[in-house]
């Protein structure tokens, strides 16, 4: 059984950093590119920075290049997010997800988990 478990988040100023987290269970992680998305009330699910298995190639949307990192450590089966310079606008559930493949990077693959809730102040 597929288990996408998100955490890590808060509530964090305008500018600070916060990294989440993606801990993965139920499938083999080092064989899938993983994205995380996010989402805000009444808006669809965004999606926000793409990794290939290994790490080699990472992809940001604009709205969070040069401020994001995506990693991942598959011996832990886990992903993570690392974002910094924050600003209100980050503010969002954030979700993590296999998906098709690289140029398919925001069709998930599972159910999604309940996500981690970042909440940036002005």
């Known amino acids: 059984q597929v288990q996408l478990v998100e955490s890590g988040g808060g509530l964090v100023q305008s500018g600070g950093s916060l990294r989440v987290s993606c801990a993965t269970s139920?499938?083999?992680?080092?064989?899938?590119?993983m994205s995380w998305f996010r989402q805000v009330p009444g808006k669809e699910r965004e999606l926000v920075a793409t990794?290939?298995?290994?790490?080699?190639?990472?992809i940001y949307s604009e709205s969070v290049k040069g401020r994001f990192i995506i990693s991942r450590d598959n011996s832990k089966n886990t992903v993570y997010l690392q974002m910094n310079s924050l600003s209100p606008n980050d503010t969002a559930v954030y979700y993590c997800?296999?998906?098709?493949?690289?140029?398919?990077?925001?069709?998930?693959?599972?159910?999604w988990g309940q996500g981690t809730q970042v909440t940036v102040s002005s």
């Open positions: 990794i290939t298995p290994y790490g080699t190639k990472t």
């Open positions: 139920g499938f083999a992680l080092e064989e899938y590119v």
């Open positions: 997800n296999a998906v098709a493949s690289l140029f398919r990077r925001g069709s998930a693959l599972w159910s």
